[in-house]
């Protein structure tokens, strides 16, 4: 099992661990503030060093193959580490923060577009979200309008959780229609967007929504009779 320091403070950008395990697909560690890919947002980067200097570059992060593992995978040619070492687990701490921006982003659209969730996908600079609308219809300058007004009233994001069987009686929590939040550990983690949003979700948020900043919604595509992509991006300085 990997502590996953993330879930307890998405802020922290670095920690000291121990190499628990070494294997073709990775490095395992018993504590990280590396988030593994899923939910739609991609694996940290960052670095693993030892103290006699040795830098293990660290292209992504996925769940192991045992439930509750978390792999680091090395950059190509990186250096080798061995069970036991002890190393500094530092993030890309820009990205990490672009894709906490652009999740909790995410997560008021779902506020702002009142339909159900068929896909998405995060990433450091532009994101999506696919909605089934139905019969509906959107329109692109009252969404940008509509997403930058709520960021702007910078209302707080926390998490919390809630017992498998309090989500199972509140069926509306769940928005996302083509994949369900895990369940089966006995409580699931919600994000609780003050007056806003509340929905499953384990990835990482900032924890007021006026630290997203300016977003623009830069297109609305046609992906079938029913479907519609929302493309959101960062405002660039």
């Known amino acids: 099992m990997t502590e996953e320091l993330f879930r307890q403070d998405a802020y922290l950008k670095s ?6 395990a070494v294997d073709p697909t990775g490095i395992q560690l ?42 680091h995978v090395p ?21 990490r923060h672009r894709h906490m921006r652009m999740h909790t982003s995410l997560h008021v659209l779902c506020a702002v577009v009142p339909y159900g969730v068929t896909g998405g996908q995060i990433g450091d600079l532009r994101s999506r979200l696919d909605f089934d609308i139905g019969d509906g219809s959107l329109d692109k300058d009252q969404i940008n309008a509509r997403l930058n007004e709520l960021i702007a009233s910078d209302k707080p994001a926390t998490a919390r959780w809630i017992t498998d069987a309090e989500l199972a009686a509140q069926p509306d929590l769940v928005r996302t229609m083509s994949v369900k939040p895990p369940t089966g550990a006995g409580r699931v983690r919600l994000l ?18 006026g630290e997203i900043g300016p977003v623009v ?16 991006a960062l405002q660039q300085p």
Do not use: S
């Open 30 to 71: 018993d504590r990280t503030v590396f988030y593994p890919m899923g939910g739609g947002q991609p694996g940290d980067t960052g670095a693993l060093v030892r103290a006699d200097g040795t830098r293990v570059a660290i292209a992504d992060t996925r769940k192991g193959g045992d439930p509750g593992t978390i792999v």
């Open 217 to 232: 919604v830069e297109k609305i595509e046609n992906k079938g009779k029913r479907n519609r992509r929302v493309v959101v």
């Open 75 to 95: 950059a190509p040619d990186a250096p080798v580490l061995a069970v036991g070492d002890t190393v500094e687990a530092t993030l890309d701490w820009a990205r």
């Open 192 to 209: 609780d967007i003050d007056g806003i949003d509340l929905q499953p979700c384990g990835g990482t948020h900032v924890a007021r929504l």
């Open 15 to 20: 920690c000291t661990a121990r190499v628990i």
